[in-house]
């Protein structure tokens, strides 16, 4: 029995529809631009290069019906429509054919950003993870196990802010899918049970303020909503 010097955090977990028990989440990876109007908004050609990734940490989850305190240091706190896609087994150099066996579900997620502190680390060259691995930047709505809603290469997804529609898309623009992005990531790292993916966000991305209602509609898994509230004032400090 190994003994910690201080009693160390649960894991992160999303709540399984249908279940009492909770899936522990592990790690989460995000696809970067995998639809070709986002791609395009972000001023980026969407031809098919190769899907790039980064990470947020498991600790940054949220649930999906989660007050969501508005960050510290961004003037740009943007959201990001997604499925997210939840893996039960191990997958390690997966065929696309064989993606599928590996999927415990799927769910509706929000990849929040700091867009403001993301563009000056691509300006820079540096890395993102101040843009995109903060606290509370990953929003994941009750995961749907697979058997329940089928294969999901088509189906709306949908944002709105304060009622109002910001983005629209169809899972089957994903110009990498599903299958795709869980056999390349498996190319590269041991996809473990409790991984999420986000698996990108279409167009129409835009700005949150304190007050904000989000609500996010994939076809077949129903709404996702929250709401962003005032900073955390821990963070007002006087330097
Ligand atoms: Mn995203």
Redesign the pocket.
């Known amino acids: 029995m190994v003994e910690y010097v201080m009693a160390p955090e649960p894991p992160a977990s999303v709540a399984v529809v249908g279940e009492r028990a909770r899936f522990p989440v592990r790690r989460i990876f995000?696809?970067?631009r995998n639809y070709a109007a986002h791609a395009r908004e972000m001023g980026q050609d969407p031809d098919r290069e190769p899907p790039f990734f980064f990470t947020k940490p498991a600790s940054a989850l949220v649930a999906g019906d989660a007050e969501i305190p508005y960050p510290p240091e961004t003037a740009q706190f943007h959201f990001?429509a997604?499925l997210v896609v939840a893996i039960g087994t191990e997958a390690i150099a997966c065929p696309v054919d064989q993606a599928r066996d590996c999927v415990y579900g799927v769910a509706i997620g929000n990849?929040l950003?700091r867009r403001d502190l993301q563009s000056r680390a691509k300006d820079k060259g540096q890395p993102w993870d101040w843009g995109k691995g903060f606290d509370h930047s990953a929003v994941c709505g009750p995961i749907h196990p697979l058997a329940t809603v089928g294969p999901l290469t088509h189906g709306r997804i949908e944002l709105r802010l304060n009622g109002e529609i910001k983005q629209q898309g169809d899972l089957s623009e994903l110009i990498w899918s599903i299958d795709e992005v869980i056999s390349i990531i498996s190319h590269s790292m041991a996809l473990r049970p409790g991984d999420l993916i986000?698996t990108?966000?279409p167009a129409g991305v835009g700005a949150m303020q304190v007050g904000d209602l989000i609500q996010i509609t994939v076809e077949g898994l129903g709404v996702i909503e929250h709401r962003i509230v005032a900073p955390d004032p821990r963070f007002r400090t006087a330097d």
């Open positions: 995000c696809v970067g990001e997604e990849d950003t986000y990108g966000t």
